[in-house]
Nanobody, 124 residues
Framework: QVQLVESGGGLVQAGVSLRLSCAASGRTFSDYTMAWFRQAPWKGREFVAEISWIGDVIYYADSVKGRFTISRDNAKKMLYLHMNSLKPEDTAVYYC?????????????????WGQGTQVTVSS
């Protein structure tokens, strides 16, 4: 069992940066592929970024590539999402997720544990 708690969301203006954090507790954090997903109002949840167990394989959604950076600190059991050049279309609830699978294919269904989410609102 893994418990995930996100933090760092807020209301910001377009163009600024924000860092989201996800604190994990429970089983060995380094055993899990970790990811960020987001859900905008009236839309389904979508993949944002994923990082492998030791951080050697990283994927990004095209919409955030070059602006967002995912990272993890296995010793501290922390996952991060550094978001630069934020846009109003980045407004969403951001979720941290953990998977026991190495090859998740970025599919929600292959993620086993989810946090409660943190709201990010970007004003124009």
């Amino acid at each position: 069992q893994v418990q995930l708690v996100e933090s760092g969301g807020g209301l910001v203006q377009a163009g600024v940066s924000l860092r989201l954090s996800c604190a994990a507790s429970g089983r060995t954090f380094s055993d899990y592929t970790m990811a960020w997903f987001r859900q905008a109002p009236w839309k389904g949840r979508e993949f944002v970024a994923e990082i492998s167990w030791i951080g050697d394989v990283i994927y990004y959604a095209d919409s955030v590539k070059g602006r967002f950076t995912i990272s993890r600190d296995n010793a501290k059991k922390m996952l991060y999402l550094h978001m630069n050049s934020l846009k109003p279309e980045d407004t969403a609830v951001y979720y941290c997720a953990a998977s026991r699978s190495y090859d998740t294919r970025r599919a929600e269904s292959l993620y086993d544990y989810w946090g409660q989410g943190t709201q990010v609102t970007v004003s124009s």
